[in-house]
């Protein structure tokens, strides 16, 4: 059974974000939310999270999981990024974006596209996220919380909860987060790619 923890949208408590970061190091799965809805996270390091949030979400081997970054020096560990570039991400950052990079050999070799060798990063604008990516001290692994044949994803803390009871180990609700999820760009080639348009302003990098 999962727990449920009602968060602070703007004063995250301390107390309960410690209990969440425990349940990460003991390679747990969470639901949480973030400034372009609910997404599942767990550590890099958690090859058996990672597995459940594919197993969730019915995803196949060349899906982009992201990491998601508290700031650019995390970041910078994770993927390769051009100085031309990096104006470019500083500039609609922290935001709704996610980018597609080559990544670094820090990231394990089962969160890369298997061909590209590319991952996803980004850097939320949500107060809870941020708290708890600072606690935590590392980025989360991270995939958008849509369920298979469903074409909206889950917005309510306690529908998660009621939904996903059995297969995550907690949920956090920080109140109403949207459901409209980030716009995804891929750098990784010579000219940007609007994979998927959302929260972001997409014309940034058209």
């Known amino acids: 059974m999962a727990k449920y923890l009602d968060v602070h949208p703007n004063s995250p408590q301390p107390r309960l974000l410690g209990q969440v970061v425990d349940l990460l190091r003991a390679d747990g799965l969470i639901a949480y939310p973030t400034d372009s809805g609910y997404a599942l996270g767990c550590r890099m390091g958690n090859k058996e999270g990672i597995d459940r949030i594919r197993e969730i979400r019915n995803l196949g081997s060349d899906h982009h999981f992201t990491l ?5 020096a995390q970041f910078g560990q994770f993927v390769h990024v051009s100085n031309a570039l990096f104006r470019s991400i500083k500039a609609a950052t922290p935001g709704g974006y996610t980018f597609i990079l080559p990544a670094t050999k820090e990231v394990p070799r089962r ?3 298997p061909r590209k060798k590319t991952v996803g990063v980004r850097i939320p604008d ?20 849509l369920l298979p044949d469903e074409s909206e ?6 529908e998660i909860k009621e939904r996903l009871d059995h297969v995550v180990d907690a949920v956090i609700d920080s ?11 891929d750098l990784s080639q010579d000219e940007p790619e609007i994979l998927r348009r959302g929260t972001g302003d997409p014309s940034l990098f058209e």
């Open 153 to 158: 994803p889950l917005t309510q803390g306690w």
């Open 126 to 145: 949500h107060v809870v996220t941020q708290a708890l990516l600072a606690e935590l001290g590392e980025p989360l692994v991270s995939s958008t919380l």
């Open 111 to 113: 969160l890369l596209h």
């Open 175 to 185: 109140g109403e987060c949207g459901a409209v999820p980030t716009t995804v760009v």
């Open 68 to 72: 998601v970054c508290r700031d650019f």
